[in-house]
């Protein structure tokens, strides 16, 4: 019989699940730690169903917190520690059920919050949040890749009153020991590191239509993704490379950027022979089409793209992924497992 506290969990959940500027696609978790044992949200599900299917997978905490403490390369693989009887799914954790691990406090929310993510690519993205969170017990924690790196950044900054992480490249993470403490801490720091967005010209839809045309590409539902082309800031910060994990896993490393001559039917062209077609393609001043079959965590993470890059101001250094970076995403075991998982369709809404 699940508690109270483990119920309004999952409301919590589903409510930030369904916020674009809190959760895109299967990205974010949340967990709380009952009898020894950390309940997780399964890696590739959406939190937005936390009302509807099963996506809390119960980890064994004292031996991962063991293993994490001996930086054991086992703890990169948070599934060896699930347990089995009580996991009839046979669901796979959170990639990053390490955090949620760490974090010695009850309740934790991790969520990829289009206002953290905005200051936490900059390269004074430190000063920005000091400016901001003075009066909160956070950790600033440059980007690691999620998992055993991501771990060991957070446990080397881990103070005993630490409630909030800011993760560099990544997103936000607030502890508390109740459900509804968490909630409030989790909006007050959103609204504490709040931007507000450029306002972009509308799309060109007609131009959009022809540049379309004998393509595979298609305009997109939400107009706000276009905000990300018709704002000249944007789409050159776009074209600037990968910001955030979630773009790499969900739209593939950086974004494409048409030239002045192209069309959806030109850049199908340009690719080499068994390339994947991009997801979305940019551009410049005029919108965004996107692939015809593009998967819903794809297209919520072209909006998202367009929701971060509309809070950066022009002329921020930015702290962009690295090509080792990307190529150590896409490689990894863990996110290929969410990449399997949002091709197939089980981490759709």
């Given at each position: 019989?699940?508690?109270?506290?483990?119920?309004?969990?999952?409301?919590?959940?589903?409510?930030?699940?369904?916020?674009?500027?809190?959760?895109?696609?299967?990205?974010?978790?949340?967990?709380?730690?009952?009898?020894?044992?950390?309940?997780?949200?399964?890696?590739?599900?959406?939190?937005?169903?936390?009302?509807?299917?099963?996506?809390?997978?119960?980890?064994?905490?004292?031996?991962?917190?063991?293993?994490?403490?001996?930086?054991?390369?086992?703890?990169?693989?948070?599934?060896?520690?699930?347990?089995?009887?009580?996991?009839?799914?046979?669901?796979?954790?959170?990639?990053?059920?390490?955090?949620?691990?760490?974090?010695?406090?009850?309740?934790?929310?991790?969520?990829?919050?289009?206002?953290?993510?905005?200051?936490?690519?900059?390269?004074?993205?430190?000063?920005?949040?000091?400016?901001?969170?003075?009066?909160?017990?956070?950790?600033?924690?440059?980007?690691?890749?999620?998992?055993?790196?991501?771990?060991?950044?957070?446990?080397?900054?881990?103070?005993?009153?630490?409630?909030?992480?800011?993760?560099?490249?990544?997103?936000?993470?607030?502890?508390?020991?109740?459900?509804?403490?968490?909630?409030?801490?989790?909006?007050?720091?959103?609204?504490?590191?709040?931007?507000?967005?450029?306002?972009?010209?509308?799309?060109?839809?007609?131009?959009?239509?022809?540049?379309?045309?004998?393509?595979?590409?298609?305009?997109?539902?939400?107009?706000?993704?276009?905000?990300?082309?018709?704002?000249?800031?944007?789409?050159?910060?776009a074209a600037g490379g990968s910001l955030y994990p979630d773009?790499?896993?969900?739209?593939?490393?950086?974004?494409?950027?048409?030239?002045?001559?192209?069309?959806?039917?030109?850049?199908?062209?340009?690719?080499?022979?068994?390339?994947?077609?991009?997801?979305?393609?940019?551009?410049?001043?005029?919108?965004?089409?996107?692939?015809?079959?593009?998967?819903?965590?794809?297209?919520?993470?072209?909006?998202?793209?367009?929701?971060?890059?509309?809070?950066?101001?022009?002329?921020?250094?930015?702290?962009?992924?690295?090509?080792?970076?990307?190529?150590?995403?896409?490689?990894?075991?863990?996110?290929?497992?969410?990449?399997?998982?949002?091709?197939?369709?089980?981490?759709?809404?």
């Open positions: 019989m699940r508690s109270a506290e483990f119920e309004a969990l999952l409301d919590l959940s589903a409510r930030i699940g369904a916020d674009p500027a809190l959760v895109q696609a299967a990205g974010g978790n949340t967990s709380i730690k009952e009898g020894g044992t950390l309940w997780i949200k399964a890696s590739g599900l959406w939190l937005m169903n936390a009302r509807n299917t099963d996506i809390m997978v119960p980890v064994a905490l004292d031996p991962l917190l063991d293993a994490l403490g001996r930086y054991d390369p086992s703890a990169e693989k948070a599934q060896d520690y699930v347990i089995a009887e009580r996991n009839p799914s046979g669901l796979r954790p959170s990639i990053e059920t390490t955090v949620h691990a760490l974090m010695p406090q009850k309740v934790v929310v991790h969520v990829h919050c289009v206002e953290t993510i905005a200051l936490a690519v900059q390269a004074d993205g430190p000063a920005l949040v000091a400016s901001r969170l003075d009066d909160i017990p956070y950790a600033f924690v440059p980007y690691a890749r999620p998992g055993l790196p991501l771990a060991r950044a957070i446990a080397e900054r881990l103070e005993e009153d630490t409630c909030v992480l800011i993760l560099g490249n990544h997103g936000l993470a607030v502890a508390a020991e109740t459900v509804d403490e968490a909630e409030v801490l989790l909006y007050r720091v959103s609204r504490l590191l709040s931007v507000t967005p450029r306002q972009a010209p509308d799309a060109d839809i007609a131009a959009l239509q022809r540049l379309a045309v004998n393509s595979q590409y298609r305009l997109p539902e939400d107009a706000s993704i276009h905000r990300v082309a018709t704002d000249l800031t944007s789409c050159l910060i773009h790499v896993i969900f739209l593939g490393k950086g974004s494409v950027i048409a030239s002045p001559t192209d069309t959806a039917l030109t850049i199908e062209e340009k690719l080499q022979e068994g390339m994947a077609l991009p997801p979305a393609i940019l551009f410049p001043g005029r919108g965004v089409l996107v692939l015809k079959e593009a998967t819903s965590g794809a297209l919520a993470m072209a909006r998202c793209l367009a929701d971060v890059t509309s809070r950066i101001p022009q002329g921020a250094r930015l702290n962009y992924l690295t090509d080792e970076e990307n190529a150590e995403l896409l490689g990894w075991d863990a996110e290929k497992y969410r990449q399997t998982l949002n091709r197939a369709g089980q981490a759709l809404q």
